[in-house]
């Protein structure tokens, strides 16, 4: 099993920039893929950044490319999640996720963008 724990979140202004942090332990040995989700008050959850355990290969939601910028940090198995420019429309519960065989979730961190 794998445990993820998100960090970072919080009320930000329009333009603003947040970094959002995941901690992963457990069987770590064994992901082949993490990233982050978001989900808005009455909205679907929807994919916003992945990377490969390997830090090799990044892809991104349509929307925050060229804001967002997820990186991963090999020797503290940290992945984070550097959110520049935020809009009203980024606010939501982001989600940091692994995938194994299975795909594990964290418990989730509040972010809100307003003025």
């Known amino acids: 099993q794998v445990q993820l724990v998100e960090s970072g979140g919080g009320l930000v202004q329009p333009g603003g920039s947040l970094r959002l942090s995941c901690s992963a332990s457990?069987?770590?040995?064994?992901?082949?893929?993490v990233g982050w989700f978001r989900q808005a008050p009455g909205k679907e959850r929807e994919f916003v950044a992945g990377i490969s355990w390997s830090g090799a290969y990044t892809n991104y939601q349509a929307s925050v490319k060229g804001r967002f910028f997820i990186s991963r940090d090999n020797a503290k198995n940290t992945i984070f999640l550097q959110m520049n420019s935020l809009k009203l429309e980024d606010t939501a519960v982001y989600y940091c996720?692994?995938?194994?065989?299975?795909?594990?979730w964290g418990q989730g961190t509040q972010v809100t963008v307003s003025s």
């Open positions: 457990g069987s770590i040995f064994r992901i082949n893929r």
């Open positions: 996720y692994a995938d194994v065989q299975n795909r594990y």
